[in-house]
């Protein structure tokens, strides 16, 4: 793991309110050390942004189980417009294979689907964690 | 094993069992006691020293009578299967009306209607992003949607469920529409089925409406309402269901359950209502998860727990008021995207554990669910599934056919401890708005989902194509179902831009003004006026939206 531990923020866009999987993630990722920023579900896309600036996020993971992936691109495109580029985001929930390829195509890291092992998630969010901090030295 | 589990060896066995006992010693070397998902452990046998039938008939009486533990009327199955509900809804209110009609010709005997999560969450469709409409229920705005959703379908003689958190805005639609097709509001049957606002604060969040204590006042408002003037109505469901697909188990989401109803009943005595008015209108809606054993012994203890409530501690005297009438569906959280047929065997034995265990209704997932909404055909394998358990494996021949079996009457009156103990720590705190308030149930909830988790990534529990049985697949060749097109949104959107138009705003602002008043003071009925809101032509997101800035705004009770 990195000096700094990872920031990460688990949160949830759109209308959903099915939170287990956000709950399962951060007690997860704070278990393995991590510095986790969780946020109730309904989150607009701006206060997302502006919770990343704030909280200088490695790592930005959004759950989505009804349909929210679907605004993620939005999230994407705000992200960008705000100078965030480098901040790594992951999905986790249900997204059909269809769409998994236009998020990724936006932008998105990864998508996590039921049945991943959150050891999994782990590992992967310290890789993205480090590519993120690269991605900032470079730019910096 | 340890001998001592069986507890043979303290009282003089037969010598047959104490045989057993050391052939079963010998034989399973490790000492592996068995947990059920509720923490209760599983002996690899029971005899009549678990259950000895003593007090058989306080404990069990026959179907129907108290304390119901063997179901709630004596006729059961027998007289009447259970109710087939499906979920459905998606797309515009002409979409849900031709799904609804194709699943009538199926075989469904009921309906149900999901509403889009705008919906859910307080929104008329032109307040929301536009991408997200419709995708997960259907778009229903005012009476006129409601009526196309309803078009041609018998209203007055079928059951409908609406899934309708506070304010209820898709009953009171319904409701108008039966006043303008001259059908008497006595003849509406039906539940209210996410009214139960105690689950949505704890587990699924789906509302955006009201503060905490602003929808526990509209709550007895809609009971008290639906009691005086729809009173074939289910007013109030109270939902295991979030709770356990949340990450509860089995019996906390039982003991959350029965201690949410005990918090309304005390809610309805303290507004001035007869425990007999509204207690056999009370409902309940649970998940069923695959331990079918586990299952089917949360709901008959459940049952038994619920009528000594109703009598003991509410003073009920009519035996309708005793018992315990609940939905079940069966769980999604189960289902696993790997091997994805494999979840029609899981949906399979859920049915059966919710069947065994005497539901009124069920409901089967697709299995397609952890995809997305299912498919048509997807559905099709759900209704078929409970055709084939009732019709092909004769499931419902004889009432309560794992009564008396050693293993389950023990099982019943463990899971019956533990839910008790849970419900005893919670009236500890004063019961259930003041549990949630703390956070407390939010936290077993949590607790127990990352529990499970870990027992799955350890493998300490199978999951088929999860973490056992794996197989190389590619998950892009199941089918999906397609969103509803852009331009059919744009439609809705237009039409509901005409219905604004070309209503009484006059009529519309006057309903709205006096449903604001009514929130002042306890005298006034919320939902009387909701509902007269309704008729006069009021959308969804103006109903709640006038709610929300009297009673002011939920927001999620969530921690981790």
């Given amino acids: 793991m990195a000096a700094r531990p990872p920031r990460v923020i688990v949160t949830k866009i759109g209308f959903d309110g099915h939170d287990r999987g956000s709950r399962v993630i951060s007690a997860t990722l704070r278990d393995a050390g991590m510095e986790v920023i969780y946020t109730p579900p309904w989150q607009e896309i701006a206060t997302v942004v502006k919770l990343a600036t704030e909280e200088d996020a490695d790592v930005i993971g959004i759950s989505s189980?009804?349909?929210?992936?679907?605004?993620?691109?939005?999230?994407?495109?705000?992200?960008?417009?705000?100078?965030?580029?480098?901040?790594?985001?992951?999905?986790?929930?249900?997204?059909?294979?269809?769409?998994?390829?236009?998020?990724?195509?936006?932008?998105?890291?990864?998508?996590?689907?039921?049945?991943?092992?959150?050891?999994?998630?782990?590992t992967d969010v310290i890789a993205l964690t480090a590519k993120r901090r690269q991605l900032q030295g470079e730019s910096a | 094993m340890s001998a001592d589990i069986l507890n043979i060896k303290q009282a003089a066995a037969p010598e047959g069992l104490r045989k057993w006992e050391r052939e079963f010693t010998q034989g399973v070397k490790a000492d592996a006691t068995t947990f059920n998902r509720s923490g209760i452990p599983i002996k690899p046998l029971y005899t009549q020293r678990d259950w000895t039938g003593e007090r058989q008939d306080e404990a069990l009486g026959y179907p129907g009578q108290y304390p119901y533990t063997r179901g709630i009327y004596a006729t059961m199955y027998r007289g009447r299967s259970w109710s087939q509900r499906q979920l459905i809804g998606l797309g515009v209110p002409e979409d849900y009306n031709q799904?609804?009609?194709?699943?009538?010709?199926?075989?469904?005997?009921?309906?149900?209607?999901?509403?889009?999560?705008?919906?859910?969450?307080?929104?008329?469709?032109?307040?929301?992003?536009?991408?997200?409409?419709?995708?997960?229920?259907?778009?229903?705005?005012?009476?006129?949607?409601?009526?196309?959703?309803?078009?041609?379908?018998?209203?007055?003689?079928?059951?409908?469920?609406?899934?309708?958190p506070s304010p209820f805005t898709l009953l009171a639609f319904e409701l108008a529409v039966?006043?303008?097709?001259?059908?008497?509001?006595?003849?509406?049957?039906?539940?209210?089925?996410?009214?139960?606002?105690?689950?949505?604060?704890?587990?699924?969040?789906?509302?955006?409406?009201?503060?905490?204590?602003?929808?526990?006042?509209?709550?007895?408002?809609?009971?008290?309402?639906?009691?005086?003037?729809?009173?074939?109505?289910?007013?109030?469901?109270?939902?295991?269901?979030?709770?356990?697909?949340?990450?509860?188990?089995?019996?906390?989401?039982?003991?959350?359950?029965?201690?949410?109803?005990?918090?309304?009943?005390?809610?309805?005595?303290?507004?001035?209502?007869?425990?007999?008015?509204?207690?056999?209108?009370?409902?309940?809606?649970?998940?069923?998860?695959?331990?079918?054993?586990?299952?089917?012994?949360?709901?008959r203890a459940g049952r038994r727990i619920w009528a000594r409530l109703c009598r003991e501690r509410f003073g009920a005297k009519d035996p309708r008021s005793w018992r315990f009438k609940f939905h079940g569906q069966t769980s999604g959280v189960d289902l696993t995207r790997q091997q994805p047929l494999n979840n029609i065997a899981r949906v399979t034995t859920q049915a059966m554990a919710g069947i065994l265990g005497g539901l009124q209704s069920l409901h089967t997932d697709g299995y397609d669910e952890v995809f997305s909404t299912p498919t048509a055909e997807a559905a099709r394998i759900a209704v078929a599934t409970q055709n084939i358990l009732r019709e092909e494996a004769h499931l419902t021949d004889v009432i309560d056919?794992?009564?008396?079996?050693?293993?389950?009457?023990?099982?019943?009156?463990?899971?019956?401890?533990?839910?008790?103990?849970?419900?005893?720590?919670?009236?500890?705190?004063?019961?259930?708005?003041?549990?949630?308030?703390?956070?407390?149930?939010?936290?077993?909830?949590?607790?127990?989902?990352?529990?499970f988790q870990k027992q799955v990534d350890s493998g300490s529990q199978t999951v088929v194509g999860v973490n056992a049985y794996q197989t190389e697949e590619d998950p892009g060749t199941y089918p999906s179902l397609e969103y509803p097109e852009p331009a059919r949104m744009q439609g809705y959107l237009q039409r509901l831009a005409q219905f604004k138009r070309e209503r009484s705003n006059a009529d519309v602002d006057a309903a709205l003004t006096a449903l604001a008043r009514s929130t002042e003071g306890r005298n006034a009925n919320v939902f009387e006026h909701v509902v007269k809101a309704a008729e006069a032509g009021a959308t969804h997101g103006e109903i709640c939206g006038t709610l929300r800035k009297e009673l002011g705004f939920g927001h999620p009770l969530t921690m981790v």
């Fill in chain 2, 99 to 164: 799904r609804v009609k194709e699943i009538l010709d199926l075989g469904a005997s009921a309906l149900s209607l999901i509403p889009c999560n705008s919906v859910f969450r307080g929104y008329d469709a032109d307040e929301v992003p536009h991408e997200l409409l419709g995708t997960c229920g259907t778009v229903i705005n005012h009476v006129k949607d409601m009526d196309t959703a309803l078009d041609g379908v018998p209203i007055g003689d079928l059951s409908t469920a609406m899934n309708d």
């Fill in chain 2, 401 to 451: 056919p794992l009564g008396g079996s050693y293993y389950i009457e023990s099982l019943t009156d463990d899971m019956e401890a533990k839910i008790n103990k849970i419900i005893a720590m919670i009236d500890e705190v004063g019961g259930m708005y003041n549990a949630v308030e703390k956070g407390m149930v939010q936290q077993m909830i949590g607790d127990s989902a990352l529990a």
């Fill in chain 2, 178 to 299: 039966a006043r303008r097709r001259g059908i008497p509001w006595t003849r509406i049957t039906g539940t209210s089925n996410q009214s139960d606002c105690i689950s949505h604060f704890v587990a699924n969040h789906m509302f955006f409406r009201l503060a905490l204590q602003g929808a526990r006042r509209v709550v007895i408002d809609h009971i008290k309402f639906c009691n005086a003037y729809v009173p074939n109505w289910n007013p109030l469901s109270i939902v295991g269901q979030h709770m356990q697909q949340a990450g509860a188990t089995p019996a906390e989401a039982m003991a959350f359950t029965l201690a949410s109803g005990i918090q309304y009943a005390e809610d309805c005595i303290a507004a001035g209502m007869d425990p007999d008015q509204f207690l056999p209108r009370f409902t309940f809606f649970f998940d069923i998860s695959v331990s079918l054993f586990e299952e089917v012994a949360k709901f």
């Fill in chain 1, 65 to 122: 189980l009804a349909t929210d992936h679907l605004i993620i691109p939005q999230l994407m495109d705000a992200l960008r417009n705000a100078g965030l580029s480098d901040v790594q985001v992951i999905v986790g929930g249900i997204v059909p294979a269809k769409d998994e390829a236009r998020l990724l195509e936006a932008g998105v890291a990864r998508v996590f689907h039921p049945g991943a092992a959150l050891d999994d998630v782990v």
